[in-house]
T-cell receptor
Framework: EAAVTQSPRNKVTVTGGNVTLSCRQTNSHNYMYWYRQDTGHGLRLIHYSYGAGNLQIGDVPDGYKATRTTQEDFFLLLELASPSQTSLYFC??????????FGKGTRLTVV | DAKTTQPDSMESTEGETVHLPCSHATISGNEYIYWYRQVPLQGPEYVTHGLQQNTTNSMAFLAIASDRKSSTLILTHVSLRDAAVYHCILRVHQGGSAKLIFGEGTKLTVSS
């Protein structure tokens, strides 16, 4: 089964700090996604990518940058973290029109 | 953007069959219907997906209306392990990439 590995699993940072969330998938899937999930809400799409060097804007992109350096690696960058970005972040990957695999999530707290 | 509508919550008892409805009135012809489930503090878990025909696997049966504007996920003989939030999702193809648009999901409670 395809694996999606997120790191770190937990992160605490201060307001205004820099944070990078990492995601690696091991099956050379084309599509990769970053979502955030807040209490009482469904998953909301931040950014996604079709392949290395490709980036697409999601539904809640403000305050986030992303970079797809290789087919396997997708990073989410928070350059000036704010308390509103405290959330549970999920990375996912897939081949077109097939099952989407999710990572276990990263819990980010901005104090 | 394509969207889905699901009831906020449903309740069931162990051993019952549960029908989880989803409305997607604005679905496009090339959009797939995916179902995922999620328990607290875990990533979503794939359940099933389909385009037009009903589908079945070891986890569930997916019934898709002939006009594709609604679907129903059917869980048979539910157990306590089936308690989760069930997400009905459309797979949108836009600008050369495919993205998932999540609804709020249905929280399924299973009692013994």
């Amino acid at each position: 089964e395809a694996a999606v590995t997120q790191s770190p699993r937990n992160k605490v940072t201060v307001t205004g700090g820099n944070v990078t969330l990492s995601c690696r998938q091991t099956n050379s899937h084309n599509y990769m996604y970053w979502y955030r999930q807040d209490t009482g809400h469904g998953l909301r799409l931040i950014h996604y990518s079709y392949g290395a060097g490709n980036l697409q804007i999601g539904d809640v992109p403000d305050g986030y940058k992303a970079t797809r350096t290789t087919q396997e690696d997708f990073f989410l960058l928070l350059e000036l973290a704010s308390p509103s970005q405290t959330s549970l972040y999920f990375c996912a990957s897939s081949v077109r029109d097939t099952e989407v695999f999710f990572g276990k999530g990263t819990r980010l707290t901005v104090v | 953007d394509a969207k889905t509508t699901q009831p906020d919550s449903m309740e069931s008892t162990e051993g019952e069959t549960v029908h989880l409805p989803c409305s997607h009135a604005t679905i496009s012809g090339n959009e797939y219907i995916y179902w995922y489930r999620q328990v607290p503090l875990q990533g979503p878990e794939y359940v099933t997906h389909g385009l037009q025909q009903n589908t079945t696997n070891s986890m569930a049966f997916l019934a898709i209306a002939s006009d594709r504007k609604s679907s129903t996920l059917i869980l048979t003989h539910v157990s306590l392990r089936d308690a989760a939030v069930y997400h009905c999702i459309l797979r949108v193809h836009q600008g050369g990439s495919a993205k998932l648009i999540f609804g709020e999901g249905t929280k399924l409670t299973v009692s013994s």
